[in-house]
């Protein structure tokens, strides 16, 4: 059973991330294209998503390492903005997903003189990562339970429950959105205000933080509202 | 000090001690044995001491063995490490014949507790060849490098590649730091105890006579760096930032705190360029402090405003975890795993040069709001990624991976 899965509790899950090397590594913008045809799957989920959970800061200026290794080692800033747009849950799988940033350095590659380069210490590390998923002993019935739960769960919980769930479920949505939308009552509000929470260039606690507020604030609103 | 995993709830949030419990809870009751080559002196084995404590009181039957050599299997080991880090050595045929030899006896001494051992972790070179003498071993075997080996010296890398490919896994500290080898290679970095000697929060009068014992004026500003007299660490950029700095806030005082450098004719050469460099400048402190003098040096970071660490190579760089754990700004060498700690404007700044270092610290003392913004930053992100109980994490993820799961998703 999935988390959301409509009609029942909602269980929340936790999970931890470990990174593996591949031993892959780029110097310019065409060994990032070379290399990008042939790594692990693996690899685009780590530098689109999984990297949420690794040692970084929290305040990441892009949305992949792609994208962070072309503005900062590459000093392409052109290639960097056009990788920043990349929305990774517009794509059905990791190939599209990888064909996307293949299509974006081709066409980068083909406009260019001169193939960008890094120091030589600055390569790209093509990393992936394997997901331990465990069970938590949170579980809730009601909807309005979400605002008092959200501020209690790890912020790895968060991870697992809005940004990894848009990989892991059939229309690339959050499995609080899923799940609420199984429940009785009309929550597409409360589904609409969720689809505007942009978790790419928050912490995961800013995430959970603005997640309690999406909840709280419903919620209270609900409880004026019948009053 | 031994700890128990609770004493970490207070810092960390009780939420990721309980993580912790549950990422363990498969793994409980299987035996984990750990393998180095000293039981006091140097990381690994400070890293063992607070580590296995920690894995037993999660519920792993976990053990600790040593193994032993003469001092022809030490003199070629630490050849071993230095080569690691890049340094060409010369080494014999006997010294590599008495390195097998030493492993193979040891490995008689040691079946009882590794043959059936669920996991063994093998640290560093020294007991790496073991795993040839465990045809019949049960368990997985993970060989974890310590070193930065980003440039290994080729053909010490050539003669150690053939003992490590049969592991199950290794890890290393830093994707640049990893060497092609043909299973997962884990990446796991270092982090730091918030409750050991080094780290721990002190009191305010303890750090005050650390301040009067090396004549450190509390009313004028401080910056720190703590490192080894080594060429690396640009101990001298230091001292040249430091003057550039002043020309403007004529008041700095400088801390240079480091070991001594005995066994190290490099080590000598450097500090005595230091001292020239330094020329007597009385708010210059150039500070030779024994290997035990955590806290003194805890007190020394905490003491200062703003602590340097410009290296020009680095590994990890734990100095610098270590000072932003205690909510200093860091300005660090452009280098090696200092880049992963220290991001500009958030936790401190990167700098290539003395006029880079000597810019930032004019910086930050004169926006003080700044200053005390970043440093808090900065120990937050210590307290989200470095610490001691993430490393456990890490290696509980791995374990529950090796042990229970194939592919990139284990569901428990």
Not at chain 1, 214 to 227: C, I, K, L, N, Y
Not at chain 2, 305 to 323: H, M, N, P, W, Y
Request: charged share 25%; proline share 6%; with cysteine.
């Amino acid at each position: 059973m999935t988390p959301g899965t409509p009609g029942q509790p909602f269980s929340f899950k936790d999970c931890t991330l470990t990174a593996i090397a591949t031993g892959k590594r780029a110097q310019n913008l065409r060994e990032l294209r070379d290399r990008l045809t042939s790594v692990d799957e693996g690899c685009i989920y780590y530098h689109f998503w999984g990297g949420r959970l690794r040692p970084q800061f929290d305040e990441p200026e892009f949305n992949n390492d792609f994208a962070a290794w072309s503005k900062h080692s590459l000093r392409d800033d052109v290639v960097a903005e056009r990788l920043s747009v990349i929305d990774p849950t517009s794509f059905r799988s990791l190939e599209e997903l990888r064909n996307e940033v293949i299509d974006v350095i081709e066409e980068r590659l083909s406009e260019r003189e001169l193939i960008p380069w890094a120091l030589s210490d600055q390569q790209f590390s093509f990393i992936r990562s394997q997901i331990v998923v465990f069970n938590t002993s949170s579980e809730i019935h009601a909807a309005e339970e979400l605002a008092t739960m959200i501020p209690q769960v790890p912020t790895s919980s968060i991870f697992y429950h809005f940004i990894d769930a848009r990989r892991r479920t059939e229309d690339g949505r959050d499995d609080f959105s899923n799940w609420l939308q199984g429940l009785d009552g009309d929550y597409s509000d409360l589904v609409a205000r969720l689809a505007e929470v942009d978790p790419y260039f928050v912490s995961l606690s800013d995430l959970r933080s603005q997640l309690a507020d999406v909840f709280s604030t419903h919620f209270a609103g609900q409880a004026e509202r019948s009053a | 000090m031994q700890h128990h995993i609770d004493a970490y709830a207070p810092i960390t949030g009780k939420d990721v001690i309980e993580q912790l419990r549950q990422l363990a809870e498969p793994l409980r009751g299987m035996k984990v044995v750990h393998v180095n080559s000293t039981r006091m002196g140097g990381g690994v084995a400070e890293i063992l001491h607070k580590m296995i404590p920690l894995m037993n009181d999660l519920g792993l039957d976990t053990h600790w063995e040593v193994i032993e050599g003469n001092s022809d299997f030490y003199q070629c080991t630490k050849s071993f490490h230095n080569a690691m880090q890049g340094n060409q050595v010369v080494l014999s045929d006997a010294l590599l014949r008495n390195y097998e030899e030493t492993n193979a006896q040891n490995a008689e001494r040691l079946r009882p507790a590794l043959e059936d051992a669920d996991i063994v972790i093998i640290h560093d070179p020294q007991p790496a060849p073991l795993l040839r003498h465990f045809p019949d071993r049960k368990g997985t075997w993970i060989w974890r490098c310590h070193i930065d080996a980003s440039q290994p010296y080729r053909p010490v890398w050539k003669y150690l590649r053939p003992f490590l490919a049969d592991y199950d896994a290794s890890i290393w500290s830093l994707s640049d730091f990893a060497q092609p080898l043909p299973h997962p290679q884990y990446l796991v970095p270092p982090s730091i105890d918030p409750l050991s000697d080094k780290n721990i929060d002190l009191p305010e009068d303890e750090i005050a006579a650390v301040r009067e014992r090396f004549d450190i004026d509390p009313a004028r500003p401080l910056i720190t760096q703590i490192s080894r007299f080594d060429r690396f660490k640009d101990p001298v950029g230091v001292i040249q930032a430091y003057q550039l700095a002043t020309r403007f806030i004529p008041g700095l005082q400088l801390v240079l705190a480091g070991g001594g450098a005995s066994d190290d004719p490099e080590g000598e050469a450097v500090l005595n360029e230091v001292y020239a460099a330094a020329d007597k400048d009385p708010d210059v402190k150039i500070l030779l402090l024994p290997a035990d003098a955590h806290r003194t040096i805890n007190a020394l970071q905490r003491a200062s405003d703003i602590v340097l660490q410009k290296s020009t190579r680095e590994g990890f760089g734990l100095t610098v975890t270590e000072a932003m754990w205690k909510g200093r700004p860091v300005i660090g060498g452009n280098t090696g795993g200092i880049r992963l700690q220290v991001i500009n404007h958030h936790t401190g700044f990167l700098v290539s040069t003395p006029e880079g270092a000597a810019l930032r610290t004019r910086y930050l003392l004169n926006q003080r709001e700044i200053l005390e913004s970043i440093g808090q930053k900065a120990q937050s992100f210590v307290r989200d990624n470095f610490l001691l109980t993430r490393r456990l994490g890490e290696y509980l993820t791995m374990m529950v991976i090796l042990a229970k799961g194939h592919g990139d998703r284990v569901e428990l």
